[in-house]
Structures are given as C-alpha cells and as structure tokens.
C-alpha cells in the first residue's frame, strides 16, 4: 500500500520509497506442502489464485511467490519441481493489480516466472546460490531483493553467532550490493533485507528490528519480513504461528519507525491497516509542527 492508498505503487515507487514515508506491501503466497504457516494451503491453483486475489484487495502492492520453503530444516526443491508448481498460476497472478516477486534462488526459476509476468526477484541467498542470477537481473533490469542469510536454510537455526549482528548483516549487503553491482545489476534496482529468522537467535532478530536506521546507511529501500515468524512465538507464547498477527504488526511498526519501507507479511489487511494509523500520526504530527 503506498500512503496514496488509492492506487497501487508503480515499481519506481517501490525503488524510491526510502525516505518518503510511503509504505509497500508485499504479501506472500507461497506454493509449497511444507512452508512454516501456509504449508499446503495453496498448493491447488485455484486456492493459491483466490489468495493472492484477497491479498489484492487488502493492499498488497507486491505479491511474493514461492515454490520452495525456506524455513530451518527445510528440504530443497529442485528448479523443475518448482517451475511445476508456478506455471499455472503465474499467468493468473500476474493479471492482478499488484507487481509479482518471484521468491527464489535458483536464476532458471526466476527467469521462467519473469517471462510469465513476475516483475521482481526476491533471492533470499543473494546470488550466492546461483550465479547466473546476478547475470539475469542485470541482462532484464529486473528490481532484486538481497537477502542476508547465515549459512543455509538446512542448518541455519544450529548456532548462529555474532558479535555486532547489525554491523556484519550490513557488511555483507554492503559486499552482496557490490557484487552485484559488478555484474551489472543497477544499484538503484537493488532492496535490501536483513533476513529477520535466517540464521538468527531471538536476539538477533530484535537487533536488526531496531537497528534498520543503520541499515538505511547503504541508500537502499529496506525490506522487513517477521510475518509470523518464531521469535514472535517466543516473546508472545504463541506456538502457532497463524496467532502471531498481532506480533507481526508491532515487528513490522517498530521496523518502519525505523524506516523500513517494505513490509513482506501473510496477513496483508491487518498490517496495512496499521501502518496506514501509523502514516496517519506520523503525518498529522509532520502538520502540527509546520504550523
Ligand atoms: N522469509 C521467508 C521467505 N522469503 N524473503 C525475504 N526477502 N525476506 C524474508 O524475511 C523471507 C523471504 C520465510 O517465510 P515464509 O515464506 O512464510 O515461509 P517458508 O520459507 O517456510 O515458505
């Protein structure tokens, strides 16, 4: 949703959002028997269509698909299983009024859902699982999500350690922006996101929720995605996670206060609705002091 609710952002909206208060959204669908909340829910099509519809229609600007979960433990899948899953409902989504992501780390995925329409690549590894991805966005001029991660979806959760997990998740984008850059990708086609569950103790995660202002240091839009995520279970005794959407919505404003524009979230309409009682204080607030 950009604070201009009437309308859906443009991409360039999207790529210029830090800094103007506009707020994106991007809602995830993910196709997929094992995801951590939505596992199986939309492997059927026309389950998966009716879902990105109703996101639509919440307010999603963006929305994220994906074929192949990522959560702690989790198999891979392989880039023809994946295109399986997607290819019949790309062609339906990407009719929708919202741009469409493709959440994937494999370049052969990615470039099957741009020619069906996607718009977005979302690469949770950061083109380090796949080469060819820098190559592809840079050859499409495709906007590109860089993701931090630590280590890889199997084993992430193990131990993770740090000692300034702010600073090091910013020296890697700042590392993963540039070689990026070095293939050819735009600097200014480029979203970061700190990775909120990939290879981080509860710990961690508030950190880099309350340490988006440092990351707004590399000049790119900052993505947040905690959507009822398992820190969130831990602080509010929630263990499952379809009852973390209050959680979800104070991650999401504690990260736009900081200025994080982009918020990847399952439930699209409770988010928006409070960002946009955020938007309208911080607003209001902006008025009073120019009187
Ligand atoms: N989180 C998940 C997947 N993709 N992409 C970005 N950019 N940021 C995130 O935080 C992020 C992401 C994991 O959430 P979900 O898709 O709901 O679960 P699963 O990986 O189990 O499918």
């Given at each position: 949703m950009c604070y201009e609710r009437a309308m859906s952002c443009s991409i360039d909206d999207i790529l210029n959002s830090r800094g103007t208060g506009r707020t994106v959204l991007m809602g995830v669908l993910n196709m997929t028997?094992?995801?951590?909340?939505?596992?199986?829910?939309?492997?059927d099509p026309a389950a998966a269509i009716a879902q990105a519809e109703a996101m639509v229609s919440d307010g999603a600007d963006i929305i994220d698909v994906g074929a192949e979960s990522t959560q702690p433990g989790s198999d891979r899948v392989s880039a023809d299983e994946q295109i399986q899953r997607l290819r019949e409902i790309l062609q339906a989504i990407t009719q929708l009024d919202a741009h469409v992501s493709i959440d994937a780390t494999s370049a052969k995925v990615a470039e099957f859902a741009l020619d069906a329409g996607a718009s977005i690549i979302n690469d949770i590894s950061a083109g380090r699982d796949d080469p060819e991805m820098f190559a592809l966005a840079a050859r499409r001029g495709t906007p590109l999500v860089l993701m931090h991660m630590l280590?890889?979806?199997?084993?992430?959760?193990?131990s993770p350690e740090y000692e300034d997990v702010v600073a090091e998740v910013k020296a890697f984008l700042a590392k993963r922006i540039a070689a990026a850059v070095d293939a050819g990708?735009?600097?200014?086609r480029i979203i970061v996101d700190?990775?909120?569950?990939?290879?981080?103790l509860l710990e961690h995660n508030l950190a880099l929720l309350g340490g988006v202002p440092e990351l707004l240091d590399l000049s790119r839009p900052v993505l947040i995605g905690p959507s009822r995520k398992r820190f969130i279970g831990e602080i509010a005794g929630?263990?499952?996670?379809?009852?973390?959407i209050f959680g979800t919505i104070a991650a999401c404003l504690a990260a736009w206060r900081g200025g994080a524009t982009i918020f990847r979230v399952h439930d699209v309409g409770a988010v928006s609705d409070a960002l946009a009682v955020a938007e309208a204080i911080a607003q209001a607030g902006k008025h009073v002091e120019t009187a």
């Open positions: 028997p094992d995801s951590f909340s939505d596992g199986g829910k939309f492997l280590g890889e979806p199997k084993t992430m959760q193990e990708v735009s600097r200014d700190p990775g909120i569950g990939f290879g981080k929630r263990s499952e996670p379809t009852d973390r």
